[in-house]
């Protein structure tokens, strides 16, 4: 029996391993799909606060994990495939075995949807990304394109338009499906121009290999041309990791884990943090924040209940 699993190692997870570790709890940390989280796949990050000349994603990832390590965490590259409680406390699957555990702590975060392109996963960081709060003070006085059509796309647009000499907003139908007072400031905005039924069909890069534009191709006649932007920006949506956990912790109809009082699940001794619970902020320190709320929430769990 583990006195706490943690699921995810991104920066909720990592941070609640930090936590939970110095209350000298050991806890297992589970690595899963992608060990580092997020934050493992992209480039400069200049928004966490105590890194002025901003820090490498992977490095800050890793200096959480070390942090983690030297109080006593424990990780495993592991994915959690199933999950059921199991009389006060719950049972996990791991690929192909059993483990039981106290108290829970998932942080396992959530999916950008991307479109599918050749060599998509390479260009993270060097003009390509789904979030224009971390990235778009990277590319000022340059064009830049959104793709999508719902309310993040026109809000990441006009975001955008603080920054970029031009904002194209890439749609693959004639008409957007966000809500109209967000889409109207977006089609309203000066910097930013409409390009309606075309869908991006391949990625552009310079000779360093950095975006330089995307081939677009239009929906309705198949024609193809090019459009020359330094980053694209990808707004079709996030998919919460919660697959194991449905059925079973409140959800909402995107699949987001729901917290009661705190980080506090549905089910006693089960605690969510960071994106795969949050799809309003989703930034590092955010997740961060509530990695370190859940794990304080599972050791005050923990003392009232023996
Ligand atoms: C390209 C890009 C750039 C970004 N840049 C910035 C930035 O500059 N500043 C900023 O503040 N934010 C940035 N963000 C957002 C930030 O990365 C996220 O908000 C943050 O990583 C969320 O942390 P998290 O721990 O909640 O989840 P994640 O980072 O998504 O980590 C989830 C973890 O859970 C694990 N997991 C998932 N399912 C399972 C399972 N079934 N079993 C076991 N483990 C599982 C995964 O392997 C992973 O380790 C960026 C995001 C992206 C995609």
Redesign the pocket.
Known sequence: MEKMII???????LTAAVYAARANFAPLV??????????S??TL????PGFPQGIE?PELIMGMKAQAERFGARFEY????EFEPAGGHVRLKLDDKWVETETLVI??????KWLGLPREKEL??HGL???AT??GAFYRNVPVCVVGGGDSACEEATFLTRFASKVYLIHRRDSLRASKIMAERAINHPKVEMVWNSAPVEYLTDTEGEMRGVVLQDTVTGEKRELEVKCVFVAIGHTP?T??FKGKLDMDADGYLLQRQGTHTNIPGVFA????ADRTY????T?AGQ?CAAALDAERYMSHHG
């Open positions: 699921v995810g190692t991104g920066c909720a997870g589970l690595e899963g799909h992608e060990p580092g989280g997020q934050l796949t992209t990050v200049e928004n966490f994603g592991a994915t959690v495939t942080a396992s975060g959530a999916s950008a993270v960081g990304t789904s979030c971390c990235d990791n697959g194991p943090a960071g994106d795969v989703r930034q590092a320190i997740a990695g």
